[in-house]
């Protein structure tokens, strides 16, 4: 057993299992799968109906006999501690805790029992594999962000050396670091690239800038997989050019795992498996196929918190050709981060806010929401809703939060709203720059 499914065993996430249970769904018939989908679905509402003392209140005023007129819960209401959303039986000892981003605008901290991280981690080996790729010990060349100091970094790193994956930064995109980074690859046998969508283009556009083909230095690179933020269609062709890879688009969310992933015939294949998807209009009935609304995601495993018809806070739509054991994502909108550019010239992915504002993302509640926004090269707003003004020390601290992560010398100004307006998508955008 390799070193990160030993880690998992040992934390009591029931991999094996998980990979095992996987297995029986990808072999059941279109009619044992809709048979098996409608009975997980029955079972978790009853579950957390008898359990959960926080569904029970959501749930009180609805008919819970029928699954269309369950409520849908919206982000704002999980905005209470933690403790106070979990079920009988559960703590924060025998569950997977984690935090959203925070790119919606909205932080969250959530938990899921061990057997449905379990299942999480199942699926991604699985979709990993159609490429080729061991999730857990193929080596990965990360772009992901990372806390630079404290027992965050430290357990990042270990994560990093359990996964056998090298983390390149996101917070320093200069053309100098970029230089680097194509060294690193060079010296490197990566199978296969992961991260935010914003930093690999920006890598990409340097390759294009200095005429390298990535494949051509680093010969094991066999794909690289971008998430977190909106890939377009011309960025995904410049990839594809400089990469000299197949280019793979991920959509998850940290609370519910993946919900969609590319298949080697370019169909963003949803998860059916573990989760359940639904797309509403704005009364939260169900669209047909191919009409856009909102993304309402049921988590058909966790029984420690309900995600039952969770609202993400996203739009998008379903191909008109989907199943219902093969529905394909046809197109998500939002979820797209800015480059920030500084005054000394240096670029950081605009998610390089979320390690920052992880600062104001406290289990008391206080901050509801908050964007960030550039409006010179040295002028930044921090705009939050909150029960409370930031007290003078908080500010200092996220003052302090983004000269360690960008650069000194920023003028940061505070800004708290009533309101955050929010885009014709329903999102909150977390960074814009206004930068021409």
Known sequence: MNLFNLTLKLKGFPIEKAKRDLAEIHSKSNTEYETYLSSKKKFIVEYHLKHNSFYQNIAQNFDTNEWYNLPVIQKSDLQIPLKERLSKGFTHRNCHIHKTSGSSGTPLIFAKDKYTHAMSWANFMDRYSWYGIDATTSKQARFYGIPLNG?????????DFLGNRFRFSVFDLSDHQLEWNLNKFKTTKF???NGYTSAIVQLAKYLEKKGVVLKNVCPSLKVCIVTAEMLF????????????????????????SLIAFNNSNEEWLVNTEDLFIEILDENDHPLPYGKEGRIVVTSLYNLAHPFIRYDLGDIGSLYENSTLDKPILKKVTGRTSDIAILPSGKKAAGLTFYYITKTVIEDDTNVKEFIIEQH??????VIYTSRIILSETKIEEIKQAIETYLES??????DRKTEIKRTKGGKLKQFTSFLK
């Open 191 to 193: 199978e296969y690239i």
């Open 233 to 256: 269609d011309d960025d995904k062709t410049l990839l594809e050019k400089h990469l000299g890879v197949p280019i793979v688009n991920e959509y998850g969310s940290a609370e519910l």
């Open 409 to 414: 010398g920023l003028i940061i100004h505070f």
């Open 376 to 381: 010179t090269l040295d002028t930044f707003k």
């Open 151 to 159: 027992f965050g970094y430290y357990k990042e790193r270990l994560k």
